[in-house]
């Protein structure tokens, strides 16, 4: 290493990862400090069961909203591959029961699911006309997610004043409401607003509303795409675009202060037997802005740090389960299968979470990556598959006051997952070489011990609209990209940017473009 460079990445995540290959193809010198043994952040493959070969995302594991513009600048060696079923939702209505069939892309067996749902067609009908307003909506404002912040105004001009003053200006529970009058549809819509936050749908704060508008908008579409080779594979093709580029990138490397200078900053770090500090005309932050402020020496602020929701589970199972309803597994699991999801389900879960008690029924949804994707399993290959689940309105202080909530968390996931099963998920796991049953879980507080994201929350903090206010002052580079910082030398780009959040690598991108348009 030298000890003075264009550019100090702290972090080695992807969206650190996306600043430094676009910087060095760009002629700057660059390097990556990365705490850990290895890049990738949250978007990591992992072998987590003893003696079997299969490569799970152990914390991201879906792809929406990165840019197939910057995929392409990258020259990423990565695909993305389309799931044929979007949602599967079993229901119980007295003597009734079935599933909610959505499709990919949408065609009769969807129609016909809703009628049998709900008795007619006027359902479906609401849901195609919502859709496509939520559609004209995610075309406006993908494009741009990669260009310099918008103002409000000049979003706002271009959308329908319906389907804005619905997702933008009042509590998206409204509107949900007020469009569907089936409880198991109005859930699946809801669903989308509520993963990794923690809100009741008519949250005044709108924070549901902003989480839902990101899950809609990934490349004008909202589809959810697996990464071929598993969530790591991302990250890995991104690590060799920027050392090829000529970025150098430093493992366990954990950074202990940022000091912002007049023409630059200096990064100190420490590799584990001594301190070592390096100077960056920028320095570009991929920690959360709450890690970052301590890092510059602001002090450590316990009530604004962030806190995430969710409860992860990795499943490596012998064989997919059978569905009480019938339903064939490899399309139920193929895409996202809503449980313990009705509206009223997911504001009664709020409701206990929001009380300390753990939800029960417990909300969360599950998806089956080998359906789509058989090359993360290696040599296991067959029957056997890979199950994730994800709960939501499990917020960290449930675990912070109740030593016992976590595993009282999964056993309550585990149960909503059987509720709608025709034999219980434990006779379809597997064992690892020393016989214990393969099942993974995460809270956020393993999410926070095992990347430093500060309260577990996926997000770094709540996500932000991906425009600017109308009276915003947009006069620097750092500014004009969202990634400002109280100091001209340190920019943010991680998934606390304006416009970060989820494996999408704009945090990333639009850094670059900062200091690319100030240096």
């Known amino acids: 290493m030298t000890h003075s460079y264009d550019v100090v990445v702290v972090g ?92 990919r892309p949408e065609g009769e067996a969807t129609r016909s699911s ?42 706002r001009a271009l959308v329908d004043e319906r389907i804005w003053d619905e997702v933008v200006s009042e509590p998206l529970g409204r509107a949900i409401t ?42 004008g579409t909202g589809e959810w795409r697996v990464p071929v080779g598993g969530m790591g594979a991302v990250t890995d093709a991104l690590a060799r675009a920027a050392v090829e580029a000529g970025a150098e990138i430093v493992t366990g490397a954990g950074v202990s202060a940022i000091t912002p200078g007049a023409d630059g900053a200096e990064v100190t770090w420490h590799d584990g037997t001594r301190e070592h500090s390096v100077t960056g005309r920028r320095v570009l932050s991929g ?32 064989r997919l389960p059978r569905l009480a309803s019938g339903a064939d597994p490899e399309v139920a699991f193929a895409g996202t299968l809503h449980l313990g999801e009705d509206y009223s389900q997911l504001e009664t879960a709020y409701a206990a979470a929001a009380a300390g008690r753990v939800p029960d029924p417990m909300p969360g949804e599950v998806y089956c990556h080998s359906l ?5 399993l290696g040599e296991q290959a067959g ?33 909503s997952l059987d509720a709608v099963l025709d034999e219980p998920i434990a006779s379809c ?43 915003s002052r947009l006069e620097t580079p750092a500014q004009q990209w969202g ?3 109280q100091h001209d030398s340190v920019l943010l780009c991680g998934s606390g940017a304006r416009r970060g959040g989820a494996v999408s690598g704009l945090g990333g991108h639009n850094a670059a473009q900062a200091v690319l348009a100030g240096l």
């Open 12 to 103: 080695g995540g992807h969206n650190a990862l996306v600043s430094a290959a676009y910087l060095a193809r760009a002629g700057l010198s660059v390097v990556v400090l990365e705490r850990l043994g290895h890049t990738g952040g949250a978007a990591v493959s992992v072998e987590p069961f003893a003696g079997l070969p299969a490569r799970l995302s152990r914390y991201s594991y879906l792809v929406s909203l990165m840019p197939e513009q910057l995929m392409a600048d990258l020259d990423l060696d990565v695909r993305l591959a389309s799931r044929s079923t979007a949602s599967y939702t079993p229901w119980v209505r007295g003597e009734r029961s079935g599933g909610l069939l959505v499709e």
């Open 114 to 155: 809703f009628r049998e749902l709900t008795g007619g067609d006027e359902e479906y009908a609401a849901w195609q006309a919502f859709y496509a307003e939520v559609g004209k909506l995610a075309e406006v404002v993908a494009p741009t997610l990669i260009q310099p912040l918008p103002l409000e105004r000049d979003v």
């Open 178 to 219: 007020a469009r569907f009058a089936d409880d198991t549809v109005r859930g699946v819509v809801a669903t989308d607003a509520l993963i990794g936050t923690f809100a009741s749908m008519d949250d005044a704060s709108l924070i549901q509303n902003r989480c839902f508008l990101y899950h809609l908008i990934g490349n």
């Open 287 to 318: 920690v959360a802005p709450w890690v970052l402020s301590i890092l510059l020496g602001e002090g450590e602020d316990p009530a604004t740090k962030p806190a995430g929701s969710q409860l992860k589970i990795n499943f490596l199972l012998d």
């Open 372 to 376: 789509t994707d058989p090359s993360i």
């Open 383 to 415: 029957a056997a598959h890979t199950l994730t689940y994800f709960g939501l309105h499990t917020p960290a202080a449930l675990f912070d006051a109740d030593h016992g909530a976590r595993d009282l968390a999964v056993q309550r996931a585990i149960a």
């Open 429 to 471: 796991v597997a064992r690892d070489a020393d016989g214990n049953p393969c099942i993974e879980a995460k809270v956020p507080q393993d999410v926070e011990k095992d990347l430093a994201m500060p309260g577990g929350h996926i997000f770094h903090g709540d996500l932000e609209w991906p425009w600017a206010p109308n009276r």
């Open 483 to 485: 990634v400002q910082t």
